[in-house]
Structure formats: structure tokens, C-alpha cells
């Protein structure tokens, strides 16, 4: 597993050589690179309800980014790897590679088209849980004055390599209106629908029986959301964000509603140090009563119920920096309406170039 991880670090080292760029290119092309190297305490490593189990942990982070200028177009690439590796327990360690990208051009002055993409493959070592999730979206943007109107159309997946059951694909359609409020403020609306078609077969509970019965027909879920962000960025950067969601499914224990409210803030103070908070609190209701245990999820990390974050970085010289991160999460665990508590704190140092 290390090995892997770091032929991937070597080869996005010789990526970000700017010597391989000419002179003319360079006035076009920008790379940023950061590595970051620590140690973490994790209080509740397989993000148990009722055993939890603590272990130290040193983590690797590689983040590459690559982008494009030239008159009306803009492409941006992306590289982000992870890898934790535990002191004790050697069956959490685990990697992962985030490849990303954009690329929009503006047709005329008010019209702006473009595409995203995000591929990611996460790989246990000793797990066989590896999967592969994609996220390609295309989107027409029309500015005007200081607002923007979008609509988008995503496709998105999710294959795990060793299993079908927890596999799905996503048709989404979105449309987002920003607007700036003065100088300093700005909101942003979205609403987006998407059906949601599983590999698996939807599943029904017959109380009489008190079991849970397989459906001759597969799982779909029809999600949809609406979401209002305010930012502010003078002194302070600012940020929070409603969001309201709903999911109706053909299969037990899968429609829900939930409210959530998240808040990211940063500032600089005194001495170079630099402070950010995230935070989210998050309320979900089941339609059904949860009466039978299901498994939706194998990674529990892929969600984020109610959590707050705390970062202090000081940069040491103009390209290292120190970084200590505490966290706190209450999580919705792959077993629906059941929660977890986990909390982690990390130092970390990190080299810019």
C-alpha cells in the first residue's frame, strides 16, 4: 500500500517541475503543490456505537493542482491522495486517490459553458472494501450584471469492487442562482432533483412476520433539495448554509427527511496564525419505523451528520507550515437512525511549493 502511494507522490513531484513548461506557456499555466505529513489520535478507529476502540496513526496528504488561462477558457486539474497508516491496528489502514477536474469557456459575454469531473478510489489493505465513486457534470451559466443563473445535469457512481449490493447510479438535474449583495456579501440558491437506481433489490418488513422480504424490483430513490447559502468575506470569511432534503424509496428504511445547517469561518490574526471552524448540525426522520436492522454503507466516512471542526496553522517560513486540527462527530452510521461518536486530534506539518 505504501509503495503505491508513493509512486503516485513521485509522479505528481515530477509533474510540478515548471521547467517542462516554455517560456511563453508559463504566462498560461499555474501548479500549487502541498504535502502534508502528521500524526492523529482517533478515539473510535471503526466508528463503533458501543466498542469503540482508540489508536495513533501517521497520515500522508499529497494535493496537486493544475491550471489553465487563456482568453476564454479555463481548465483546472486536480490531484488529492490520503493515506493512514495505524500503529496497532493494521486492518484500518487504508489510501486513497481524488482525481478532479473543470474546464468552462465563455461562449460570449453572457453565456458560460463547461464540465466537472471527480473520481475517486478508496483501497483497504486489509479490507475487501475498495471502491471506485464518479462524478461527471456538465452545466450553462448565464451572468448578468452581478448574478448568475446555472442549470446542471450530473451523472454520478458508486462500484464497489468486491460487492453489488451497496452499488447505484445517479441522474441529477440542478439549478443554482447566485447574486452579490454589496461588496462584501453574497447568497446563493439551489434546488436539484435526482433519481437514484441501485443494483440491489428493494426490501419490504412484514411486521406479522417480523422479517424483512426481498422485492422483485430494484431499488429506486427519488432524492431532491433545496439549499441557501450566505457568504461574507471582509476581515472574516464567512459562510453558512440551509439545506433541506428528501428521499423517497420503493425500499424499507430508505425514505427520509432531513434538515441541515452548516458554518465555516477563517480569519487571520496576530503572528501569522491562521484559524478556521467548520460546524454542521444536521436533524433526520425516517418515514418508517426502523424496526429490522439494514446495512446501507460500508464507508462510514462518506458521511458527515453533525461535526465540528477547529484548525490552527502558523506558517514556520514562506513554504512550511504547522498545522494542529481537533474534531468532533456524531455521525448516522451505515445502520439508519443509529449513531456514532468519534473524535480526532491531529498535528501536522506542511510543505508548499
Known amino acids: 500500500m505504501i509503495s503505491s502511494f508513493l509512486k503516485i507522490v513521485i509522479c505528481f513531484l515530477l509533474l510540478t517541475n515548471t521547467s517542462v513548461f516554455s517560456q511563453s506557456q508559463k504566462k498560461s499555466w499555474t501548479i500549487k503543490t502541498r504535502i502534508q505529513h502528521g500524526v492523529e489520535y482517533d478515539n473510535n478507529i471503526e466508528e463503533s456505537r458501543d466498542f469503540a476502540q482508540s489508536d495513533g496513526l501517521m497520515k500522508l496528504v499529497l494535493n496537486s493542482k493544475l491550471k489553465y488561462f487563456q482568453n476564454k477558457w479555463f481548465v483546472q486539474l486536480n490531484y488529492h491522495g490520503g493515506m493512514q497508516y495505524y500503529f496497532a491496528s493494521q486492518f484500518e489502514n487504508k489510501f486513497s486517490h481524488d482525481f478532479s477536474g473543470a474546464v468552462s469557456y465563455w461562449q460570449s459575454r453572457r453565456i458560460r459553458i463547461g464540465g466537472n469531473f471527480h473520481t475517486r478510489l478508496k483501497a ?22 452581478r448574478s448568475e443563473l446555472t442549470f446542471y445535469y450530473t451523472l454520478q457512481g458508486l462500484n464497489y469492487l468486491s460487492y453489488d449490493q451497496f452499488d447505484f447510479g445517479v441522474n441529477k438535474f ?8 454589496g461588496k462584501y456579501n453574497t447568497i446563493r440558491l439551489k434546488g436539484c432533483l435526482q433519481n437514484i437506481n441501485f443494483v440491489r433489490y428493494a426490501l419490504s418488513y412484514d411486521p406479522q412476520l417480523e422479517e424483512i422480504l426481498i422485492k422483485g424490483q430494484k431499488q429506486k430513490d427519488k432524492n431532491s433539495y433545496f439549499s441557501f447559502q450566505w457568504r461574507y468575506q471582509k476581515k472574516w470569511l464567512l459562510s453558512t448554509e440551509y439545506l433541506y432534503q428528501k428521499n423517497r424509496s420503493n425500499s424499507y428504511g430508505f425514505s427520509y427527511q432531513f434538515h441541515r ?3 465555516s469561518a477563517a480569519t487571520h490574526f496576530k503572528m501569522g496564525l491562521l484559524m478556521r471552524l467548520f460546524a454542521g448540525l444536521q436533524r433526520k426522520k425516517y418515514a418508517e419505523a426502523l424496526d429490522k436492522l439494514i446495512v446501507t454503507e460500508l464507508d462510514s466516512e462518506r458521511e458527515r451528520s453533525n461535526f465540528v471542526i477547529l484548525d490552527f496553522s502558523k506558517d514556520l517560513t514562506g513554504h512550511l507550515s504547522a498545522l494542529i486540527r481537533l474534531s468532533y462527530y456524531y455521525n448516522e452510521s451505515p445502520i439508519p437512525g443509529r449513531y456514532y461518536r468519534k473524535s480526532l486530534s491531529s ?3 506542511e510543505y508548499r511549493f
Do not use: G, V
Not at 129 to 137: I, N
Open 347 to 349: 498535528f501536522s506539518l
Open 261 to 263: 445547517i452548516t458554518l
Open 174 to 181: 440542478a439549478m443554482a442562482f447566485q447574486t452579490k449583495l
Open 124 to 145: 483497504y489493505s486489509r479490507r475487501n472494501w475498495d471502491y471506485f465513486l464518479t462524478d461527471y457534470e456538465t452545466f450553462i451559466s448565464f451572468p448578468f450584471s
